[in-house]
C-alpha cells in the first residue's frame, strides 16, 4: 500500500502536464510522455557533467517552455485556426511528434536503457520492518510541491484564472483584456515545461529508453480522465487511486497484469462518470 501511494504520487507528477494541455486547452496532446522521455534523456546528458537529476530538470524547464510554446504556436497556426477537424488532424500532429521524437532518441542513443547517478538512488530508508527507496521519496516530495504549485499557480493569479477560464468561455475573456491564443501558447508552454521536471524524476524512478512513452500514455490520460479535465487536486488523488490500485494488482495477481490496470479504469469511468470523479 505504501508503495502504491508513493508511485501514485509520481503518476500524479507526469500527469500533471497532460491536465493543462488537455484537461484545460482542449489539446489532444498524445506526445506528451514523449516529451517526458525527452526530458529523460536530457537529463541524463546533464548528469554525466555531474548535475543532481531534479536540479538538472529544474534547469530544463525554461527550454522545454520555449518547445512548448514553439509546438503550440505550429499546432494553432495549422490546425486550431482553420478550425475544421482540428481535433482528429491534431490527433495526427501529435502522434506523429511522439514518433519523431522515438526515433530521434533511439538514432542518437540507441535501445539501451540509460539511468543516472544520485545520493539518493541506490539507498533505501528503514522504516518500521519496510525498506523505502530514497528514490521514490523523492520522487513523492518533488510530485507534492509541483502539484501545490500549480494549484496555486492556477487558482492565485491572473494568467492562471485566465487558462482555466479560456476553456470555458473565449469571448468573455476577450472582454477583459486577455489574448486567448497567447494564454493558450503560455498555458501549454507551462504543460511541456512541467515535462522537463516529470522526465528528470521518471529517470531518478527508473531506467529510461526511447520507447517507455508508450507505457506512460495509457496512465497519464487515465489519471487526467478519472481526476476530471483540468483538476490539479484531482490529478493527485487520482494518481493516488491508480497507483495504489497497481499495487494491489501486482500484489494478487504479477507484474503482466498491473499495466492494465489503467486502460481499465479509463474504461470504467469513462463509461459511469465520463466527467470524471472530481470533475464537475
Not at 53 to 68: E, H, R, S
Not at 206 to 233: H, Q, W
Request: aromatic residues 12%; hydrophobic residues 55%.
Amino acid at each position: 500500500m505504501l508503495f502504491g501511494i508513493l508511485v501514485g504520487c509520481f503518476y500524479a507528477a507526469v500527469s500533471v502536464g497532460l491536465s493543462v494541455a488537455f484537461g484545460l486547452l482542449d489539446v489532444p496532446h498524445v506526445a506528451h510522455p514523449a516529451l517526458m522521455v525527452l526530458g529523460s534523456y536530457c537529463t541524463y546528458l546533464l548528469g554525466r557533467y555531474g548535475w543532481d537529476p531534479i536540479v538538472a530538470g529544474i534547469a530544463l524547464t525554461p527550454l522545454f517552455f520555449l518547445l512548448g510554446v514553439a509546438i503550440y504556436r505550429f499546432y494553432y497556426e495549422t490546425f486550431e485556426k482553420r478550425g475544421s477537424d482540428a481535433g482528429v488532424r491534431g490527433l495526427a500532429f501529435f502522434f506523429g511528434l511522439a514518433f519523431i521524437i522515438e526515433v530521434g532518441l533511439i538514432l542518437v542513443f540507441g535501445v539501451d536503457q540509460r539511468m543516472v547517478e544520485a545520493d539518493y538512488i541506490g539507498k533505501s530508508l528503514s522504516l518500521g520492518g519496510y525498506r523505502i527507496p530514497w528514490r521514490l521519496l523523492v520522487a513523492f516530495g518533488v510530485a507534492l510541491l509541483l502539484t501545490a504549485a500549480l494549484t496555486l499557480y492556477l487558482s492565485r493569479t491572473f494568467t492562471g484564472r485566465a487558462i482555466k477560464a479560456v476553456a470555458q468561455d473565449e469571448p468573455a475573456l476577450r472582454l477583459m483584456g486577455a489574448n486567448p491564443v497567447r494564454i493558450k501558447q503560455w498555458a501549454f508552454g507551462i504543460a511541456t515545461a512541467v515535462t522537463a521536471l516529470a522526465g528528470a524524476m521518471l529517470i531518478v524512478v527508473g531506467p529510461v529508453e526511447p520507447s517507455l512513452d508508450r507505457v506512460y500514455i495509457g496512465r497519464t490520460f487515465c489519471v487526467v480522465v478519472l481526476a476530471g479535465l483540468g483538476s490539479m487536486t484531482g490529478t493527485l488523488l487520482a494518481g493516488l487511486i491508480l497507483g495504489v490500485s497497481e499495487s494491489i494488482v501486482l500484489t494478487l495477481f504479477g507484474a503482466s497484469w498491473a499495466p492494465a490496470v489503467a486502460f481499465g479504469l479509463l474504461l470504467v469511468v469513462l463509461g459511469i462518470r465520463p466527467q470524471g470523479l472530481f470533475g464537475r
